[in-house]
């Protein structure tokens, strides 16, 4: 091959190396802190089926992906960690206060149609899509029952928050087969190990 010839070869396939790593880049986010939501609590049970109410569920997954992140040695933050009532805008301060950090919004799901189940991950900002992304492919991978996919949203959490934010609805728990795979110790830590796998794969390395 000529020279020339070859060193325009050599550059178009470092330009190609080097975009493709931009593009890496563009998909993972920086972070050192976790802000866990766990929905409702207190006067607010969120959804009631099953025999199984929402705000139990919620602080359960959360505390479960407190303790995966700190093993994993990352920093949390807690919106609450008792059954009590936290108002929504309250959270988002509460979260706009750590630096560097990311906001996670654990809930369950409920319908009048109860055929439907599966995880779903909301998002409204471009970078709390790459975490959606990262965290429904995980629940999707890892947990039975998987995931309906990621959707837009402009619940107030996502909208008050500074940082790149999801809210995670992690089944429907007016279906009587999920609900009562939501009931077991072994699913929601299923759950919440699959929601640190999404948050670390969407973590820079």
């Known amino acids: ?30 972070f050192s802190h976790v802000v866990i939501d766990a929905g409702h609590g207190g006067k607010d049970g969120g959804s009631v089926w099953n025999g199984l109410i929402e705000k139990k569920l919620c ?24 059954d009590t009532f936290v108002e929504l805008d309250q959270r988002a301060r509460m979260a706009n206060r750590v630096p560097s950090s990311i906001f996670l919004s654990i809930h369950f799901n409920g319908s009048r149609t109860t055929l439907i189940s599966g995880g779903e991950v909301y998002y409204r ?5 790459i975490l959606a992304t990262a965290i429904s492919r995980s629940i999707k991978s890892h947990v039975t029952g998987g995931s309906r996919g990621i959707f837009p949203a402009d619940f107030k959490v996502l909208r008050e928050t500074r940082m790149p934010a999801v809210l995670v609805e992690c089944g429907y728990i007016s279906n009587k087969r999920e609900a009562a795979r939501c009931a077991t110790p072994a699913h929601r830590q299923k759950l919440a190990n699959a929601i640190v796998s999404g948050v670390l794969a969407a973590r820079s390395k």
């Open 1 to 30: 091959m000529h020279p020339r010839l070859l060193r325009i070869v050599a550059a178009g396939v470092a330009l190609i190396i080097f975009s493709a790593e931009v593009v890496a880049a563009a998909e993972t986010l920086r």
């Open 59 to 82: 602080l359960d997954v959360a505390k479960r992906v407190e303790t995966a992140l700190k093993a994993k040695g990352i920093a949390t933050h807690m919106t609450r960690r008792t």
């Open 125 to 129: 900002s471009s970078r709390g899509k």
